[in-house]
């Protein structure tokens, strides 16, 4: 079936460190979202990437769209002890379905 | 006011019984889902429904079943219940061809013993 894979599974960090997460698809995406899931919470919706080569900021969070629709990533810079959680890209494949990557658990040490 | 609101956020229950969630958005949105994260937080999809007819059904037992009375509510009961069951069930809402993403409750960590 449809897989989203999503790399690295854990990534431990320095407070201060960058971090990135990436997401491969093996089919081209029409999209593609970023969720952020915080110890003990429930996903919450980033941001949402449509266009190829598309490049989105928030703050110190960069989202890539690569050129063929079937990669993405997320790259923060100078991690903060409020940015530990699971990061979790979700490709949508036509229609209505949206299937999500295992995740990148993030653990920022101080 | 809750977006997205599940109840019961905790469910204990021994194997056998049969148990149900509950579903409720007041966002508008016209597509409700079930999601299953296991203990390795991956997020599998279940089932969902768009204004009330289901749409996506992916392959789980068919002790689960889904009931959508109106495009606001979704509910999910569970027959049999076995220990593999334990997970936390994810609701969540979206509205067709918006550019936001999914609406996600809070959970139901559901412990089978």
């Known amino acids: 079936g449809q897989q989203v894979m999503q790399i690295p599974q854990y990534q431990h960090v320095q407070e201060g460190e960058d971090f990135t997460t990436y997401c491969n698809s093996s089919t081209t995406l029409s999209n593609i979202q970023w969720y952020k899931q915080r110890p003990g919470g429930h996903p919450v919706f980033l941001i949402q990437l449509v266009k190829s080569g598309e490049v989105k900021k928030q703050k110190r969070l960069t989202f890539q769209f690569g050129e063929a629709k079937k990669n993405s990533s997320l790259h923060i810079t100078a991690t903060q002890t409020t940015d530990v959680g699971t990061y979790f890209c979700?490709?949508?494949?036509?229609?209505?379905?949206?299937?999500f990557g295992a995740g990148t658990i993030l653990r920022v040490k101080s | 006011d809750t977006a997205v609101s599940q109840t019961p956020k905790y469910l204990v229950t021994q194997m056998g019984n049969d148990k149900s969630i509950k579903c409720e958005q007041n966002l508008g949105h016209d597509t409700m889902y079930w999601y299953k994260q296991d203990s390795k937080k991956f997020l599998k999809i279940m089932f969902s429904y768009n204004n009330k007819e289901l749409i996506i059904n992916e392959t789980v037992p068919n002790r689960f079943s889904p009931k959508s009375p109106d495009k606001a509510h979704l509910n999910l009961h569970i027959n049999s219940l076995e220990l593999g069951d334990s997970a936390v069930y994810f609701c969540?809402?979206?509205?067709?061809?918006?550019?936001?993403?999914?609406?996600f409750g809070s959970g139901t960590r559901l412990t089978v013993v």
């Open positions: 969540a809402s979206s509205q067709t061809g918006a550019s936001y993403g999914y609406t």
């Open positions: 979700a490709g949508r494949v036509g229609g209505n379905k949206l299937v």
